[in-house]
């Protein structure tokens, strides 16, 4: 009787943490409802780029502050496209994040972003950029080490294109 107890008492404290985490999400949609969509991909914008992880988008400045809408907060395997129009996000089980030339502000690299943090000072690709007048940053994780720098040097090419 203490053992069945005692699993009773375990998964009702999992399931109180479960419901709160699925309520602190909800609460976090709702502070956020206010952010424009983001704008479409260009339909013939196919092109295959860094595959890696795509993190998360979060407020800049404030990696632990994951943006909840529009599917921004959600982790995904994906691979990054960098055109002429911008950067396109191609990712698995959730929509692609598209973020136009004219909007990217910065890019870096760095440990972490939003709960991912890696061994390596350089680990992740952090762009910078502004939509609905907020400042974001979306954290991206190559899968090839060897594809963070070139990744990061288009990325700053297209920047300072776009500010020309």
Request: zero cysteines; hydrophobic letters at 35%; charged letters at 35%.
């Given at each position: 009787m203490k053992a069945f107890l005692g699993i009773l008492g375990t998964l009702l404290v999992l399931a109180a943490a479960y419901y709160g985490m699925f309520r602190g999400w909800r609460n976090r949609q709702a502070r956020q409802a206010d952010l424009a969509p983001l704008p479409a991909a260009p339909a013939d914008d196919k092109t295959k780029g860094v595959e890696g992880v795509y993190v998360a988008t979060t407020t800049a400045g404030d990696w632990m502050d994951r943006i909840a809408v529009h599917e921004l907060g959600v982790r995904s395997i994906a691979d990054l496209a960098v055109s002429e129009a911008g950067l396109i996000f191609h990712r698995q089980g959730a929509a692609d994040v598209f973020i136009p030339a004219d909007h990217l502000t910065g890019v870096r690299t760095d440990r972490g972003i939003a709960g991912k943090v890696t061994a390596e000072k350089s680990g992740l690709v952090?762009?910078?950029?502004?939509?609905?007048?907020?400042?974001?940053?979306?954290?991206?994780?190559?899968?090839?080490?060897?594809d963070t720098a070139p990744l990061t040097a288009s990325i700053s090419t297209l920047i300072g294109a776009e500010q020309k």
């Open positions: 952090v762009v910078s950029w502004q939509h609905d007048g907020r400042a974001l940053d979306t954290g991206f994780r190559p899968r090839r080490k060897a």
